[in-house]
């Protein structure tokens, strides 16, 4: 039996492609950017798997988000698939019917098809694909997190319940104890993504989430983001953690 990887880089863009709905200057704009990008996370994971990179910031379309406010529970703070408040709870967008069709069709769907495409590819050739769903957090709360508990830890791994097996979620989580760094799963943040058409439905489409605490590797200076002395160590470090997360799930699947 064998095993492929997906790389899921869903919130490292800051480009906004079209202005379309934004009430704010863009002052308030780039400020949110920066609170809200998962700043160098296709840096830190350009490793040699096929992956996932949404070209378009996360306060344009958040393809991570339920298309529907209705089953999103973060629409509610202004934060669904459609971005609509700031952090400090500015209107910064007016979405209309018109506007979230174009969203939804032309930016949200065509990365989930891509991301679907990929995932039955891998399962055609491999018996089994683990999505590695790549992201970094702020070592602060955002005022809108659900969870506003602190100290945060260096690393949180993101699981789910039916994608992820236990084997996996103890591979990084050892891995990166061992080196010294703290560690929590579904702290500050739960889940990893699975394409819907596999979604509860596909076992051997499994899923791990990897979130990096920003204060690892850059820093923010009056909203200029700047890479610290240690975002190459950070880079290797996430290298060898996919390596190892695949060596141990490749003996699994033998």
Request: glycine share 4%; aromatic share 10%; with cysteine.
């Amino acid at each position: 039996m064998s095993q492929g990887i997906i790389l899921h880089i869903p919130h490292s863009s800051t480009k906004i492609p079209m202005m379309d709905g934004f009430t704010q200057g863009l002052e308030v704009l780039k400020n949110e950017i920066t609170i809200l990008t998962d700043w160098y996370t296709d840096e830190l994971f350009d490793l040699p798997y096929p992956k996932v990179i949404t070209p378009f910031s996360r306060i344009f379309c958040d393809v991570e988000r339920f298309p529907d406010d209705e089953t999103e529970v973060m629409a509610q703070f202004g934060m669904g698939m459609c971005y609509t408040h700031t952090d400090d709870n500015k209107v910064m967008r007016e979405i209309t019917p018109d506007l979230r069709f174009v969203l939804k069709t032309m930016y949200y769907q065509k990365h989930h098809d891509e991301f679907e495409r990929l995932t039955s590819e891998a399962l055609l050739k491999y018996d089994k694909v683990l999505i590695i769903d790549c992201h970094s957090f702020p070592e602060i709360p955002m005022k809108r997190d659900l969870n506003q508990y602190v100290p945060r830890p260096d690393f949180c791994i993101g699981t789910d319940d039916f994608h992820t097996h236990d084997y996996i979620t103890s591979s990084a989580v050892n891995f990166l104890q061992n080196l010294g760094y703290t560690v929590k799963i579904n702290n500050p943040y739960a889940g990893s993504i699975v394409p819907m058409t596999f979604y509860l439905k596909n076992e051997n489409v499994m899923s791990l989430m990897v979130e990096i605490n920003r204060k690892l590797y850059m820093r923010v200076e009056k909203n200029d983001v700047i890479k610290t002395e240690n975002f190459l160590k950070i880079k290797e470090l996430v290298g060898t953690l996919i390596k190892s997360i695949e060596n141990v799930s490749n003996k699994e699947v033998l």
